[in-house]
């Protein structure tokens, strides 16, 4: 990918990317990655190919990523040992943000577990398996299903950061009145919602996050590939950035909003690499225009 449109390339790093800061001592690059992708079909069990995996996470703190957001649950266990495996002991620069509120059944499914005795066995769990002494960012994710308050689970975690296990706390999956609440609890330093170029559901948490520099991370930052909705409007801007489509949604997600950390999530060392070539291109207002309106959702 080139970033200029006179064909001329860019260094790859994600420092190309701006940085964003979470609270007020993590600064962390703009483009992250998430390990969603790293264990097996369904994010259950081990990687096709386990020491491509671990090259992949080694190859994104080469290129500057130092912010990698990942789960207990996420295989389960898998994604965490993989990060441990390939990357322990730590950049003193990196930040590994997980999260909790969610289990794994046995036939894969996903369902909520947010009582406050399995939060607090969670954050240890995560400890445990990352080798961390202190987690740098809890996400407390809501799930539909859940019997308890969202509140009092937000409450759990932040009397395990009054104890020293969590630094930061953020919050997943919410609606601006669930994050209202959260903050009544406790400071929130970062949202992770589902939101895309194609799928804006939730501009209004968007907003607010921007306003307040809230860092807002992006879930499935390239919309699971469903960039039909533009016709050929992302094919122009392909064309003249020389980039492909899901880096087209990269950099529209970086221009969207200045705390915008996205965290695309890749298998592959080569797909990582065109995920991070995104990191340097902004673009104007008039292309962030021809992109503001889907033709369908």
Excluded at 131 to 136: D, F, K, N, T
Aim: net charge negative; aromatic share 6%.
């Amino acid at each position: 990918m080139t970033s200029e449109k006179n064909g001329e390339p860019k260094e790859l790093s994600a420092q190309a990317s701006g940085t964003v800061t979470l609270g007020k001592n993590l600064v962390v690059n703009r483009l992250g990655f998430g390990t969603m992708r790293l264990p097996g079909p369904g994010v259950w069990g081990e990687p096709t190919h386990p020491t491509e995996a671990k090259a992949v996470l080694q190859r994104a703190v080469e290129l500057g990523v130092n912010f990698i957001d990942t789960a207990a649950y996420y295989g389960p266990e898998v994604a965490n040992r993989l990060i441990q495996e390939a990357l322990y002991p730590y950049p003193e620069e990196l930040v590994i943000a997980t999260k909790v509120g969610a289990k794994r059944g046995a036939d894969q499914s996903w369902s909520a577990d947010m009582r406050p005795e399995r939060l607090r066995a969670a954050c240890e769990e995560n400890r445990r398996q990352l080798r961390l002494e202190s987690l740098h960012l809890v996400h407390c994710r809501y799930m539909e299903d859940s019997d308890v308050p969202f509140t009092e689970a937000v409450g759990m975690l932040a009397e395990l950061q009054r104890e020293g296990l969590i630094r930061h706390i953020g919050v997943s999956n919410v609606t601006l009145q669930q994050l209202r609440a959260a903050q009544a609890v406790t400071s929130i330093v970062s949202v992770q919602n589902f939101y895309n170029v194609a799928f804006r559901q939730g501009e209004d948490v968007l907003e607010v996050c921007t306003r307040e520099q809230i860092a807002f991370i992006p879930a499935f930052p390239l919309a699971m590939g469903q960039f039909e909705h533009f016709g050929n409007r992302l094919d122009t801007l392909s064309q003249r950035y020389h980039a492909t489509t899901a880096q087209i949604a990269l950099a529209w997600l970086l221009t969207r909003s200045p705390i915008m950390l996205p965290i695309p999530g890749t298998s592959l060392r080569l797909h990582l690499e065109e995920n991070i070539a995104a990191a340097s291109v902004r673009f104007t207002e008039e292309e962030m225009m021809a992109l503001e309106h889907p033709i369908s959702l």
